[in-house]
């Protein structure tokens, strides 16, 4: 049972690149979540699912983009990368919405330069 | 509303002393209150949660003390131990309107041997 695993660990791009963020989870939750961790300010909701085919965007969307094709993977899309993306990024999944647990991946930390 | 403050940023303890973290909320329709802990490098994870039904949850040296009518919350870590150096995040979530999860900003700790 290898919980959340996101891939990669680290990326760099470059202004105005493309990238995606992979994560998959193997314990059969509906619910994931994509967040971003930035100094001093916690964990901000990017975008979210409830579901195979269902998304729906959290606090702070803008510059990103989500699928959700099968129940264990939900990849986040960056389309012309900018610097105040620079931050690291967590995917997390939970059996129901709102009070239960969260299970995180390990993060991929990104930088734009 | 729909914040959850966190103090203090930091945090400096000598092994065996008291750490307390606090945080207040907003929305009173939040009812679960979770507590993640994260190691650099790693996502965060679930340590300890309560529910507004009770006024304290004691888990080993982890202790949340919970007050409803004040509308905050706090976590007491008892015999600090240097492995608990880590940086915690507060939580509000809630079972009804599909509330997402609101995280603080964060707690560094570091307990000294």
């Known amino acids: 049972n290898a919980g959340v695993t996101q891939t990669p660990k680290f990326r760099i791009l470059k202004i105005g690149q493309s990238m995606t963020l992979q994560c998959t989870q193997d314990?059969?939750?509906?619910?994931m979540y994509w967040y971003r961790q930035d100094p001093g300010m916690g964990l901000k909701l990017i975008y979210y699912?409830?579901?195979?085919?269902?998304?729906d965007k959290g606090e702070v969307p803008n510059g990103y983009n989500v699928s959700r094709s099968t129940t264990e993977d939900f990849p986040l899309r960056l389309e012309l990368a900018a610097p105040s993306q620079t931050s690291v990024y967590f995917c997390?999944?939970?059996?129901?919405?709102?009070?239960?647990?969260?299970?995180f991946g390990p993060g991929t930390r990104l930088t734009v330069l | 509303q729909q914040q959850v403050k966190q103090s203090p940023q930091s945090l400096i303890v000598q092994k065996g002393g008291i750490s307390i973290i606090n945080c207040a909320y907003e929305?009173?329709?939040?009812?679960?209150f979770p507590w993640y802990q994260q190691f650099p490098g790693k996502g965060p994870a679930l340590l300890i949660a309560i529910r507004p039904d009770v006024s304290e949850k004691k888990e080993g040296r982890f202790t949340i003390s919970f007050n409803k009518s004040a509308k905050q919350f706090s976590l007491h870590i008892m015999d600090s131990q240097p492995g608990d150096s880590a940086t915690y995040f507060c939580a509000a979530s809630g079972d009804t309107g599909g509330f997402k999860t609101i995280f603080g900003a964060g707690t560094r700790l570091f307990v000294k041997a």
């Open positions: 699912s409830v579901g195979a085919g269902i998304t």
């Open positions: 997390a999944s939970s059996y129901r919405q709102g009070a239960d647990e969260q299970f």
């Open positions: 929305n009173t329709a939040f009812d679960y």
């Open positions: 314990m059969n939750h509906n619910y």
